[in-house]
Every structure is written in C-alpha cells, then in structure tokens.
C-alpha cells in the first residue's frame, strides 16, 4: 500500500483575523501555523491505513521553507517520508497548485510505481477552493471521491462513504489507484508522541524547487467582513438569571 | 448566454439552485445575454416552467440512460461537453457539495479557474468576484479569468428571488444534451445509501442548539445541556476542542469544519467563540451565552448573556423552565 497525503500550511488564526497594510494577506506576526483540520484527518487516515496493511505513506505539501514544520508534524503521527514543493511563499491559485502536485506525483511514481491512494482535505482551510483533489484527479485519469466521512481500501477497491445532503450516508466504490478528499469526523486524529517529533526532526524531506511564475493567484485584495453590530443584552449573573432566561424562552415561542 | 447549474426535486429547484438562479439572472440582465440553465436527472425537464419563472428561456437537460444516480464524473463530463459547444459568458452553480463537486469537475475538464464559495460577480474589465475564505471570516476580491467564466455561489449569501408562477403558462424550451460517455465515466457512482437515524433532530435542521464547549469541562458535564436541549424540542452542538478531546462525536460540531446551524435560537454554554466556530453559528437568529468571561468573543457577538458557571446556570434555568409549565 503506497499512500500519498497532501496538506497546507495555513496560519492558526482563532480571534479576529488582522490583514497586512496592503490587504494582500493575513498578518501572521502573532500567529502560529496549522493544517486545515480535514488534513490532519487525512494524515491520521494514511497512518492508520499503513499500519493496518503495510506500505509507505508520504507526505506533500506545496509551500515556502517553513512549510517543513508541517511535514515534520505529520511524520511525527507516523507518516514515512516527506515531499516539500517549495514555493518563494506566495499564493498559488488551486489550477496551479493541482498542476504542481499532479507533476510531482508523475515523477515520484515513475520511480516508485503509483500510489495507490491519494488524500486531501476536502478543501483548504483559507483558500476554501474545493477543487484541487478533482483537478488531481482527472488530470491522472484517476476516479475521485469528495468529503469522505469513511474510508476503507481493498484489495481491488476503495470504498468512501460521505453525507448525503438530507441525512444519512451515500457509499461509493472505486477501483484503486484512486483520490479521496476527506472531511474531519472520519478520524479522531491522535497526538504526536516525543520519540515520534524526534525521529520525525531527524527525517530527510525531498525538495522539488517550483518557479514562481506558474502561481497566478487571482487575488486583488482582502477584506475582513464588517460585522454585524450586536448590543448584547446580559441576563444576569449566575442562577438569578433563570427566570430572564425563561421570558426571553417564552418571548421566542420555545415555551408556552 | 449565462448558464446555470440546476439541482432539483421532480424539476423543482432547490433552495441552493435557487440562489444561484437569481445570481445569474442578475448577471444575464447586467450582461444584456440570455439566461440558460442545465439539469440532470430523472424529471429534469419538468422544471422548465417553473424556470420560465425565473427568467429562464432555455433549458439544457443531459440525457444518458447511465445516469440513474449521483455520478460526478460522467455528469461533471457531460456538464463541460456542454459548456464547450455552447460557449457562456459565465456558469453558475449553486452551494451544495454536489454542484461544487461537479463545478470542480467542469474546472478540471475545460482547464478553466473556478471561484468557489462567491458571494458576488461583477463583468466588466476584468470580471471580478467577491468570494469566502475562511468559510466567510475573510472575504477576497478576486479577477475571474478565462474565455467562460465558472463560479459557485456561496450557501445562503444571495436571497433567492421569488419565482413568479406566470412562467407556467410559456415554459422555458428544453433542449435535451446527449454528452459522449463511456462506460468507465460511470466508475465513481453512489452504489449504496444508508439511511439517516429516524426521529433524530438534525442539527442543522434545529430550532434550537444547546452549544457546549470547553467550559463544560468533561464528557459527563454534558447531562445539563441535553436536559435542556430535550426540554425545549432541540439538539445538542459542540464546539471543536470538545471533539477533539473525545467528549462529543464529531456530527454533533458546529463550525468551519463541521455543521452549520440556523436555529431560532443558540444556547452556547462555555463556548469562547472561534471565528471557526462562529461561521458555523453565524445564521442563528438568536444567540444566548452562559460564560464565566464577559469578554470573550461569544458573549460580545451574542443577542443575551448569562454571566456565570455553566454548571450552577443551567440547573436553575432547567427547574425555572419545568416550573414555567
């Protein structure tokens, strides 16, 4: 089994988010740097199928230097080895990061024969394209699966399972090598332990220098949404407060 | 011609189409171009008067005795056949996983950038588009290249315009599309479905959410918000720390990453406020907040505040309600 998971590095903003003078990106001095949560799931999905069947899983991430951090970080849960398509730290817009990926993909597999199952999130955390494992996908002739919720690899297939829009589950059976893009819920991705962020520091990570030019972000400017103003109205404090609780219960209709 | 991406009941457009409808009939009118939709499905056809309804003079049904069921490749393929011979100035899906999924496929196929999540579109010099980073706590605006323009519009960031009923009376023409497939475009295709839990509240679909998050402190602090959460017809949500501490499943999570909600009302008891967290939360017409901090970001943003321990709050608030019947 040869697995292939792709994440990006984006910064871990929790409060307000502050933008850069220019508008063209977020001010990242005070924050530290994460994966999208569907990814970290996606890195726990390729761990833990590895172990269960044997095989090589890798890690790839398109971005600047610093993206290594988040290497490290997924080989410290358990990833095997490490792929870093090093970018000058600007963005590159969804077509050519698909681009990258799928080029990097066809060198690695031209040496190590194909992976058979690639991963993604479903989307990035801050772009929020929604389509770059499709792109991926058709461009290695490879059938696709969005928002897996479940997963299970087979010999012969890959069976993923998401929501269905009215509830409930849709199955999906496809023939290996596939792509599956995958939300969080599928795993309850685990902690990485001390001796795995040591063996994962001393890890090579393989380098393929990308030429800026290809990036073509479409980005103009940035805004941060002006928010609704909301004068609240404090209730009270501590048990007192019940009795408000419940006019505000009635004045909304939830009680008679 | 702007043509739009149609998801439908029996013909019918649903809620998210229906927003997407009433971007590209804005767009048609700002563009002087007709405006044009396509639909797959069994009784696609049988939207073509209420799509008359809403400004649409054509529509494009894809045809292939295959497609009995959801499979995005093939429809995703036959989508950019389509688009290719009839060369629209932009196409329009709506904020479902399916339309985006199949936007994407239309994308890979034509090798055209896609504006996913948009919650405006401006043509001109270049065409622009407003569209949600973050799952909205960002907005980018962005040029929209390329000779035809795709883009998703964002769930629930246009009012979807009425559709007048005297479009029935002179229904949209359906052109029926037959898209080159083969066999092997048919491999990725719902092959099963399991159902949803019968009599669970979805949350989502909630009139009320009793949120709890890290302040609830444990798996066991939950008994008090799912009293409440029984005692008022609703269901319990969570915020992510509580997830990933193992507390709560993950289909009960509010946020970026999990379910959005639009409940009357939102109980959010120990939630700090994440902007992740918030997105989800952001179509809940009211908020209440039980937080020991007055200042953190949920009390600020919420519609009423208890200040005060969750746990000495909702009690009193449960016997206050039993009381109150």
Known sequence: ?256 | MILVLIEHEAGMPDRLSSEALTMGRRLAEATGSPLHAMAWGDGAAAGAGPLRGAGVAVLHTIEDPRLTDYAPEAIGKGLAQLIERERPLAVIGGGSDRAVELMAHVGARTGLPLAANSTDVRPGEPWQVTRQRWGGSLLEEARLDGPIRLLTVAAHAVEPAAMTLAGAASPAEVRPFAPDLTDGDLRVRITSRVPAEAGKISLADARVVVGGGRGVGSAEGFAELDELAALLGGTVGVSRVVTSAGWRPHAQQVGQTGTRIAPDLYIACGISGAIQHMVGARSAKAILAINTDRDAPMVTRATYAVIGDLHTVLPAIISAVREAR
């Open chain 1, 1 to 256: 089994m040869n697995i292939l998971v792709c994440v990006k590095r984006v910064p871990a903003t929790a409060g307000k988010i502050t933008l850069t003078a220019d508008e063209q990106a977020i001010d990242t001095r005070y924050l530290g740097f994460t994966v999208s949560p569907h990814e970290e799931c996606a890195v726990e999905e390729a761990v833990r199928i590895v172990e269960a069947q044997g095989g090589t899983s890798t890690v790839l991430t398109l971005g600047p230097e610093e993206a290594t951090d988040q290497l490290r970080e997924a080989m410290a849960v358990g990833i095997d080895r490490a792929m870093l398509l090093q970018t000058d730290g600007g963005e590159w817009d969804a077509v050519a990061t698909a681009g990258a990926i799928v080029d990097a993909i066809r060198a690695r597999e031209a040496v190590d024969g194909p992976y058979d199952l690639v991963l993604l999130g479903n989307e990035a955390a801050d772009t929020g394209d929604y389509q770059v494992g499709v792109r991926v996908a058709v461009a290695l002739d490879r059938p696709a699966v969005t928002g897996a919720k479940g997963l299970e690899v087979r010999d012969d297939a890959v069976v993923a399972r998401r929501e269905a829009a009215s509830g409930g589950w849709e199955v999906y059976e496809i023939p290996r090598p596939a792509v599956v893009t995958v939300k969080e819920g599928i795993n309850l991705p685990r902690y990485p332990s001390v001796p795995g962020r040591l063996r994962a520091r001393k890890k090579e990570i393989e380098r393929v220098t990308l030429d800026p030019a290809a990036a073509s972000p479409a980005r103009i400017r940035l805004r941060v949404p002006v928010e609704k103003e909301s004068a609240v109205e404090i209730l009270g404090e501590g048990p007192e407060a019940a009795p408000r609780v419940v006019e505000v219960f009635r004045r909304l209709g939830l009680i008679a």
